[in-house]
Antibody
């Protein structure tokens, strides 16, 4: 059974830092792109960052570039999000999500989040 | 960035009703669209990928259609357990991936 379990959320002051973790099990972690997706209270979903299987490619939404760093440890089946210079607008539930990203024989590609963690709440407030 | 616009933002329907949600992309995204269901307090769940492909284990009353800029998500016969917020998400541009604003479905 695929499981994604986030941890590390909490209350932090503006300008502070926090490191989120996501422990993966039930699948070959090193074979999948992984993402962080967040949801501010009462709001919709926002993709935050993703990372390639071997960590060689990383991408971020503009609003977190230069402040957040996504990383992974395939030996530990773990995904991380280091969040620095936190702002009130970063307050959200942060989800870890597995991305199924593949091409078919014609070159057409698919990309969808097929498994999600339960989320961890990050609150940025003084 | 590709903007995704969902409508309506909320709806109320009776059990057994046919429910339709639309999603419009700000540019042509071919079939590169997924649909997710999120129940209150829970993580999102993938329902449909590639605009019309039903994820394994998802009931057949859910369906998706469309291509280009205009997409439709349909529940053929609304059930009480379908109360949730539904989101579309494009993947024509992978960076950034973007979601629609969501449609909250309630029982009348």
């Amino acid at each position: 059974e695929v499981q994604l379990v986030e941890s590390g959320g909490g209350l932090v002051q503006p300008g502070g830092s926090l490191r989120l973790s996501c422990a993966a099990s039930g699948f070959t972690f090193s074979s999948y792109w992984m993402s962080w997706v967040r949801q501010a209270p009462g709001k919709g979903l926002e993709w935050v960052a993703n990372i390639k299987q071997d960590g060689s490619e990383k991408y971020y939404v503009d609003s977190v570039k230069g402040r957040f760093t996504i990383s992974r440890d395939n030996a530990k089946n773990s995904l991380y999000l280091q969040m620095n210079s936190l702002r009130a607008e970063d307050t959200a539930v942060y989800y870890c999500a597995r991305a199924s990203y593949y091409y078919d024989s014609s070159g057409y590609y698919y990309h969808y989040f097929d498994y999600w963690g339960q989320g961890t709440l990050v609150t940025v407030s003084s | 960035d590709i903007q995704m616009t969902q409508s309506p933002s909320s709806l109320s329907a009776s059990v057994g009703d046919r429910v339709t949600i639309t999603c419009q992309a700000s540019q042509d995204i071919s079939n590169y669209l997924n649909w997710y269901q999120q129940k209150p307090g829970k993580a999102p769940k993938l329902l449909i990928y590639d605009a019309s492909n039903l994820e394994t284990g998802v009931p057949s009353r859910f369906s998706g259609s469309g291509s280009g800029t205009d997409f439709t998500f349909t529940i053929s016969s609304l059930q009480p357990e379908d109360i949730a917020t539904y989101y579309c998400q494009q993947y024509d541009n992978l960076h950034p991936l973007t979601f629609g604003g969501g449609t909250k479905v309630e029982i009348k």
